[in-house]
């Protein structure tokens, strides 16, 4: 059979790197991405790319640790390399601090970053409203780096970009045999799933450079997250909530509340405010479907859903992903051998 044609819909982080990874698995395929807006139109932009995951309730937690460890590994590994600079992917340590001890003393996640230890009294008195705290040193991707260094990536692979909106799946299947739909909150429109839903986050980018370590309250919250060129302050979690419009009185709440976590942040500069909807859902939608009609066929493959964990899971559900497109593709070839006979 001929090669086979793919469609990946979507190019924030998750579209980008499920066509990396696509693209990296099965070399002889004809590959698109699709996308109604490319970087730095994407809330993937506006995230804070810090590599700390938040459980999904509906998946298994050794599921969202695999894709974790994963993720890391592959950033960790970019983060060591002459890439790093220009991909954006760094190194940071800091420390989650709580105002009581939390309920359970490791994270799923405590031995995927490196160094997770409790923090000793010494260092607790930097924070004097809390009593405990873990130190551990993570990854970063600054967003728009980032996603610019996959696209450039993809482009060199022969990938071709395509700026296009797509009303419904079904309207690629004369053009490409797999449908890979990264489309995050937008797929509840195009594929009408009402289990996702938007929850609104709103951070400031100020220049701060002496900001070196990360610090972020145990309840999520508030978190200042240096970057290479910027710091990231948070945060909020709105669920349900659709404005993309910066709200002031929020923006002077985030503001306040990282300066009673680091006061030194009073001497802050450039502050901008940004916004995105996280696509929350119970779980990530990783699954493959065949849709037919009147004898036509498309073969479709969903990853989206990531919520506040895109930059935290995202190669691990692209090497999923693409594994799906693997038997997509075994079903093509099936299909074909049978229809020769
Ligand atoms: P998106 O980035 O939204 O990309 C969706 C793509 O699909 C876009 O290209 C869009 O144009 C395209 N699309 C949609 N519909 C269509 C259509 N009909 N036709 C064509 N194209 C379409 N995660 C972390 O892991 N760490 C963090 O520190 C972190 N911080 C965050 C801070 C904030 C304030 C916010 C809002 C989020 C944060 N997140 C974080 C979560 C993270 O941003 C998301 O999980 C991630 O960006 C989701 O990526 P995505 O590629 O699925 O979606």
């Known amino acids: 059979m001929a090669a086979p044609k793919v469609a990946v819909v ?71 390399s002459a890439e790093a600079s220009e991909a954006g992917v760094h190194l940071v340590s800091g420390w989650q601090v709580f105002k009581s001890a939390p309920e359970e003393d490791l994270p799923f996640w405590s031995d995927v970053v490196l160094g997770f230890r409790t923090m000793s ?22 967003c728009p780096p980032y996603l610019l260094w996959m696209e450039k990536r993809l482009k060199a692979k022969g990938v071709q970009m395509c700026t296009r909106k797509v009303a419904s799946l079904w309207e690629l299947h004369s053009e490409y045999d797999i449908v890979v739909n990264c489309a995050g909150l937008g797929a509840r429109r195009l594929v009408g799933d009402q289990q996702l839903l938007p929850v609104r986050g709103q951070v400031l980018q100020v220049h701060a450079p002496w900001v070196k370590n990360f610090i972020r309250d145990g309840d999520g919250l508030t978190y200042i997250y240096p970057g290479i060129n910027s710091v990231t302050l948070g945060g909020t979690r709105e669920k349900e909530s659709w404005s993309l419009c910066p709200d002031p009185g929020t923006a002077k709440g985030i503001f306040g509340r990282c300066c009673s976590l680091e006061p030194s942040l009073r001497a802050a500069r450039d502050v901008k405010v940004k916004v995105g909807l996280r696509p929350s859902r119970g779980s990530v939608r990783l699954q493959r479907e065949v849709w037919s009609q009147a004898g036509a066929k498309i073969l479709v493959v969903h990853n989206y859903g990531h919520g506040s964990g895109g930059f935290s899971m995202h190669w691990g ?25």
Not at 317 to 341: H, N
Request: aromatic share 8%.
């Open 10 to 80: 979507g190019a924030g982080v998750v579209g980008l790197s499920t066509a990396l990874s696509v693209a990296g698995a099965f070399p002889a395929c004809s590959l698109a991405l699709l996308a109604e807006r490319f970087s730095p139109g994407t809330t993937s932009d506006v995230a804070a790319g810090m590599l700390i995951p938040h459980a999904a309730p509906d998946t298994p937690i050794h599921v969202q640790k695999q894709w974790f460890r994963e993720t890391f590994t592959y950033l960790f590994a970019i983060s060591n």
């Open 121 to 142: 009294e010494a260092e607790l008195q930097k924070f004097p409203q809390h009593r405990y705290g873990q130190a551990f040193m993570t990854l970063k991707c600054d």
């Open 317 to 341: 559900t692209a090497k999923e992903a693409a594994r799906l497109v693997g038997e997509c593709i075994a079903l093509l070839q099936g299909s074909s051998s049978r229809a020769k006979l």
